[in-house]
């Protein structure tokens, strides 16, 4: 995986809270430090996010993206 954006933190998916639309998505970065975003359901989906995964917050501008390998 090739990114644009500098500011990559790797951690462990830790919650994933669907709503009707979108689903908040909890990654844990460091004991007790975590990284939240509102991601929509077909991303959860696309990236088949489920809790324990590693996953990438990924920090461009205002926005945090989801990426996994």
């Known amino acids: 995986m090739k990114l644009s954006a500098r500011n990559t933190l790797s951690g462990i998916v830790r919650q994933v809270q669907p709503g009707a639309v979108n689903a908040e998505v909890v990654i844990?970065?460091?004991?007790?430090?975590?990284?939240?975003?509102?991601?929509?359901?077909?991303a959860v989906k696309s990236l088949k996010l489920k809790v324990g995964?590693?996953?990438?917050?990924?920090?461009?501008?205002?926005?945090v993206m989801i990426a996994v390998d």
Not at 28 to 42: G, K, R
Not at 55 to 63: D, M, N, P
Request: proline share 4%; aromatic share 4%; glycine share 0%.
């Open 28 to 42: 844990e970065i460091a004991p007790s430090i975590n990284i939240v975003s509102v991601i929509t359901l077909d």
């Open 53 to 63: 995964d590693r996953a990438y917050a990924v920090i461009k501008a205002s926005s």
